[in-house]
Antibody
Framework: EVQLVESGGTLVQPGESLRLSCAAS????????MHWVRQAPGKGLEWVTDINQDGSVKFYADSVKGRFTISRDNAKNSLFLQMNSLRAEDTAVYYCARGETYAVFYWGQGALVTVSS | QSALTQPPSASGSPGQSVTISCTGT?????????VSWYQQHPGRAPKLMIY???KRPSGVPDRFSASKSGNTASLTVSGLQAEDEADYYC????????????FGGGTKLTVL
């Protein structure tokens, strides 16, 4: 069974940093593109970033470019999202997601990040 | 590129069919056959219902079907059931490095 379990979500102040983790199991983690998709409270889904199988290719939405960094550790079946210079508008549930043919086949349960003073 | 355009709401009675539209541009939906649809119940993670315009993942009932014409994709739910009440999001490959996936704003489907 495919499982994606996010951790690290919490309340932070504007300008602070936070690192989200995602533990993957039940599939060959190193064979898939992985994404982070977020959803602000009461709003729709927004693609944030993705990374290829070996971590050599990464893409970012304009809204987070230069502030967020995606990475992965295939030996530990883990995906990460380093978020710096956080803003109020980054408040959202962040989903770790497994990609395939430009669709998201599996989603984690989400990690809530709240940016507020 | 902006988000894909979906109607905010749709509704139907049990047993009926309902179709949700998703309008993009010739840079996304109109250019690529990488349209997907997601169902999201309140407080839950989204679930993939359709990928590559018309394909259903294993386990998704065949009451869910989809199509694409030009810059518009559509999801049809036939034989509506109470458990189909949820938010539905369309998604397309965005075709650019800073917009890999473009999502629609979501449609709240109500089963009357």
């Amino acid at each position: 069974e495919v499982q994606l379990v996010e951790s690290g979500g919490t309340l932070v102040q504007p300008g602070e940093s936070l690192r989200l983790s995602c533990a993957a199991s039940g599939f060959a983690f190193s064979s898939y593109w992985m994404h982070w998709v977020r959803q602000a409270p009461g709003k729709g889904l927004e693609w944030v970033t993705d990374i290829n199988q070996d971590g050599s290719v990464k893409f970012y939405a304009d809204s987070v470019k230069g502030r967020f960094t995606i990475s992965r550790d295939n030996a530990k079946n883990s995906l990460f999202l380093q978020m710096n210079s956080l803003r109020a508008e980054d408040t959202a549930v962040y989903y770790c997601a497994r990609g395939e043919t430009y669709a998201v086949f599996y989603w984690g349960q989400g990690a809530l990040v709240t940016v507020s003073s | 590129q902006s988000a894909l355009t979906q109607p905010p709401s749709a509704s139907g009675s049990p047993g009926q069919s309902v179709t949700i539209s998703c309008t993009g541009t010739n840079r996304d939906i109109g250019r690529y056959d990488f349209v997907s649809w997601y169902q999201q119940h309140p407080g839950r993670a989204p679930k993939l219902m359709i990928y590559e315009v018309t394909k259903r993942p294993s386990g998704v009932p065949d009451r869910f079907s989809a199509s694409k014409s030009g810059n518009t994709a559509s999801l049809t739910v036939s034989g509506l059931q109470a458990e189909d009440e949820a938010d539905y999001y369309c998604c397309s490959y965005g075709g650019s490095n800073n917009l890999i996936l473009i999502f629609g704003g979501g449609t709240k489907l109500t089963v009357l």
